[in-house]
């Protein structure tokens, strides 16, 4: 029962992890590689809503599968 208990914990840690992590890399790969629209004024718009798009999947997807 204690593992069952810890495996479930575990779980909802690496969602948490995995839903800090995107949005965390994402602007550290933009900082390195130019990414599109980049020196325009709607490239900072199309990269925020890619890191808000795919926290939004991600937390989606977690919570269907019952991980959070």
């Given at each position: 029962?204690?593992?069952?208990?810890?495996?479930?914990?575990?779980k909802?840690?690496?969602?948490?992890a995995?839903?800090i992590a995107?949005?965390?890399?994402l602007?550290?790969?933009?900082?390195n590689?130019?990414?599109p629209g980049?020196?325009e004024p709607?490239g900072v718009?199309?990269?925020?809503?890619?890191?808000?798009?795919?926290?939004?999947?991600?937390?989606?997807l977690?919570?269907r599968?019952?991980w959070l």
């Amino acid at each position: 029962l204690n593992d069952e208990r810890l495996n479930t914990i575990m779980k909802k840690l690496a969602g948490w992890a995995a839903l800090i992590a995107v949005p965390t890399a994402l602007p550290v790969v933009g900082q390195n590689v130019p990414y599109p629209g980049f020196s325009e004024p709607w490239g900072v718009w199309l990269s925020a809503g890619l890191i808000a798009a795919s926290t939004v999947v991600l937390l989606f997807l977690f919570r269907r599968r019952g991980w959070l």
